[in-house]
């Protein structure tokens, strides 16, 4: 990582911002009795549990669909189209913003944002009889966007926070937190399906008082100064910056990394799907132990992050990466395989702890190469490099919810058990595990 000296590091020397000097504001030496540490992990939380609940229940709505009639419809792989398409479109002009700009701003703004998504989220669930999917899917479009201008800010700004020493730790303890989160979030929408038939308007009220909650956390993150206070919005924003695009022609180690999160993202995208469908569709399931089934895994990835950040301290360990991959093939071979619980080798039981499993390596496989995005990229372009690591990840989930619907069809074609999604999605990520053998890397401390 790139020493930080007195004129990029807004922590050490004092900063013009429109002509008024700010105050140094030093990094504490100490992790744990950073406030700013436990704020954005705290916000970071609350939006993530906001994120998968309203979701979650979307697509136990939309993998419903897939119950009636012929049984031919499952709008799962559209609503995840709807969901990543922000990302795709403005991830460019959200990493711009978020360098021009302070990115603690950007990080409040978008949280206001959440409130107000959350809030329509109410009266998208209130008025489905009249609106149908269509008012749940111009609202997760909506979160979709606030996602996509929080995502480059929340990333960029842990460099600009903490000593590069603790970046690992940093990016453990945050992913944890946020797949606690996505456990709490996904069981509670199965929980809340089955309690409030008809009435999820009032499930989604939690989310608006999760939303009130996660801006008011953000109040002790420290301010920190724009990495580009200069730069002018043009047209090319929305595509790759040139010197971001000449930064990943140049550095292929940046690239491969860049590709491989891609192929990570595309394959979590489609077994999200797939574990809704086996567990509603084959299973048989109701809506709250098929929620079990993805919190399983969000506790398996926030157990993989946490070790990931204890192995790594202080280095970039890409042989976690490696076993990461390969574990996620096992599992998703097991998850795979037929059997006699309807039709599937394990059914709820033995595919929870299967699922805790995958999890765990997938927190071991995702969190080095999060940490050597975010430690390479120059502190000028910090905010366009998270940024276009956002694009590439959510446009792997946008061609997932295209994918999984091929597989649907396939499936349905083919009269196959759900479970075989899962084979589908071992072969996608195969490459990677592979042709990925990046070398491990000490992280320089600022």
């Not at 911002?17 to 030093?26: M, Y």
């Not at 009130?212 to 200069?230: D, E, S």
């Amino acid at each position: 990582m790139p020493t930080m000296d007195a004129k990029n590091n807004p922590y050490e020397s004092p900063q013009e911002e429109s002509g008024i000097v700010s105050k140094t504001v030093p990094i504490p030496e100490r992790l744990a009795g950073d406030p700013s540490f436990w704020a954005t992990t705290a916000t970071q939380f609350f939006g993530a549990f906001n994120d998968n609940v309203f979701k979650q229940l979307l697509l136990l709505v939309a993998v419903n669909q897939a119950l009636q009639g012929d049984g031919s419809t499952d709008y799962q792989g559209l609503a995840m189209v709807v969901f990543a398409a922000p990302f795709v479109l403005f991830a460019g002009p959200t990493g711009f913003l978020a360098d021009k700009f302070s990115k603690t701003t950007i990080i409040v703004v978008s949280k206001l944002m959440e409130i107000i998504a959350m809030a329509l989220g109410v009266a998208a669930f209130f008025w489905y009889d009249t609106f149908g999917m269509a008012g749940l899917l111009g609202v997760l479009a909506f979160m979709g966007l606030q996602s996509t201008l929080f995502a480059p800010a929340k990333y960029g700004i842990l460099p600009e926070l903490f000593h590069g020493r603790d970046l690992p730790k940093v990016n453990g303890v945050f992913l944890m937190t946020t797949f606690l989160a996505i456990i709490f979030g996904t069981v509670l929408a199965g929980i809340l399906r089955d309690w409030l038939p008809g009435k999820l308007w009032i499930a989604s009220l939690v989310c608006v008082g999760v939303a009130f909650m996660g801006t008011l956390t953000t109040i002790p993150i420290r301010r920190t100064a724009p990495a580009t206070p200069k730069a002018r919005f043009t047209l090319q924003s929305f595509g790759i910056p040139k010197n971001t695009l000449h930064l990943f022609m140049q550095d292929k180690s940046i690239l491969k990394a860049l590709l491989a999160s891609c192929m990570f993202w595309l394959t979590a995208g489609i077994v999200q799907q797939g574990v809704n469908s086996l567990g509603k569709v084959q299973l048989e399931l109701s809506d709250t132990q098929t929620s079990w089934l993805g919190g399983a895994i969000g506790l398996g990835i926030g157990l993989g992050c946490m070790l990931a950040g204890l192995l790594s301290s202080g280095k970039i360990e890409f042989r976690l990466v490696q076993i990461g991959a390969w574990g996620i093939l096992f599992c998703l071979g097991l998850m795979a395989t037929p059997g006699p619980n309807h039709g599937h080798l394990l059914g709820l039981w033995w595919s929870l702890p299967v699922l805790v499993l995958l999890g765990v390596f997938t927190g071991m496989f995702s969190v080095p190469i999060q940490v050597y995005l975010q430690a390479k990229a120059p502190e000028d372009q910090k905010g366009q490099v998270i940024a276009e690591m956002s694009r590439a990840n959510w446009l792997a989930i946008f061609l997932s919810g295209f994918l999984y619907s091929v597989f649907d069809q396939v499936l349905i074609w083919g009269d196959l058990a759900r479970c075989y999604v899962f084979g589908f999605t071992l072969l996608i990520m195969l490459p990677v595990a592979l042709f990925y053998h990046p070398h491990s890397e000490a992280l320089e401390d600022d």
